[in-house]
């Protein structure tokens, strides 16, 4: 078994010290394959995360009515409290209200001398951003309550537009990926025709077709590898320059959520590289390498 394995291994380095061009043109398709992928992998985690955070920023405005009572608002505040559906309220008093709407709208009116019209508010956060409308609805129904805001067709648009970007997400990475899948699977054909006099050679010494193939998915893989780490470098280069750029002329994309850690690059392109080339040595193998008599 020991010796088995070392011959696969010494047979996968000679192919590899031996067609220097070959490995160059595998290992550049599998890079460019893996760059596509990865840097629309990383806009549309960006992308993504953008959009799952809007829907969170969504509350629901609750104007009691201006008569009632600073105990019956902290009541009502602790019954929101105890809904299932709800992750936080907070009390806005009618004199903490008055007092930002002033510093507000000092510059364009005076309402210093005016008295406070204004009732406490309530604002609720849910846990989903889809159970705004139900909370609202039942708020609503309470006598002590005057207006309840719950901006329910501005959240239902932001929601489409959430939906539709991971869908989005999910039919470009299907595509991209199945891209790269026939660029490593031609480059690793290319590899087995030009070595079918090497496996001609080895099957009439007796070599077994497990024996022969086995050398083209560790070339494959290895490949893979080489294209997925040369890759994640471009990619992490080429988003750090365009995400400062970006920065420079738009300051406010400063304020939205991280990118992919790095990590999951470093790791995962190479890691996918080795995964896809191995996988496409594999069934280029099994489709081009065959024995007489075997299959």
């Known amino acids: 078994m020991r010796d088995r394995i070392a011959f696969l291994l010494s047979e996968t380095w000679?192919?590899?010290r031996r067609n220097t061009m070959l490995q160059i043109a595998a290992v550049s398709t599998a890079c460019i394959a893996l760059v596509l992928l990865g840097a629309v992998g990383m806009a549309l985690y960006k992308l993504d995360a953008t959009a799952h955070t809007l829907p969170s920023q969504f509350e629901v405005e609750i104007f009691l009515k201006v008569s009632v009572p600073r105990a019956q608002s902290l009541e009502m505040k602790k019954m929101l409290e105890a809904m299932p559906e709800v992750a936080r309220v907070k009390?806005?008093?009618r004199e903490q209200g008055w007092e930002e709407l002033k510093k507000n709208l000092k510059d364009d009116v005076n309402l210093a001398d005016?008295?406070?019209?204004?009732?406490d508010k309530l604002i609720v956060a849910a846990h989903q951003p889809e159970q705004l409308p139900l909370i609202a609805?039942?708020?609503?129904?309470?006598?002590?309550?005057?207006?309840?805001l719950d901006h329910r067709n501005t959240l239902e648009e932001v929601l489409s537009v959430a939906r539709l970007v991971r869908w989005v997400g999910i039919g470009a990475g299907g595509l991209l990926l199945f891209s790269a899948l026939v660029l490593i699977y031609n480059a690793v054909r290319l590899t087995i025709y030009s070595r079918q006099r090497e496996v001609g050679v080895m099957a009439l010494v007796g070599a077994t077709l497990t024996t022969i193939r086995a050398p083209f998915v560790l070339e494959g893989m290895i490949q893979g590898g080489l294209g997925g780490l040369v890759a994640a470098g471009l990619v992490l280069a080429g988003a750090g320059v365009l995400s400062d750029m970006m920065v420079r002329l738009w300051p406010f994309l400063k304020d939205l959520p991280p990118g992919l850690p790095p990590v999951f690059v470093l790791v995962g392109l190479p890691l996918l590289g080795s995964l896809l080339g191995g996988l496409c040595a594999?069934?280029?193998a099994r489709r081009f390498v065959r024995i007489w008599g075997e299959v």
């Open 14 to 16: 000679a192919s590899l």
């Open 91 to 93: 009390l806005v008093p």
């Open 114 to 119: 005016l008295p406070n019209p204004l009732p």
């Open 137 to 148: 609805e039942r708020v609503r129904k309470d006598p002590r309550v005057d207006e309840v």
């Open 282 to 284: 594999w069934w280029a």
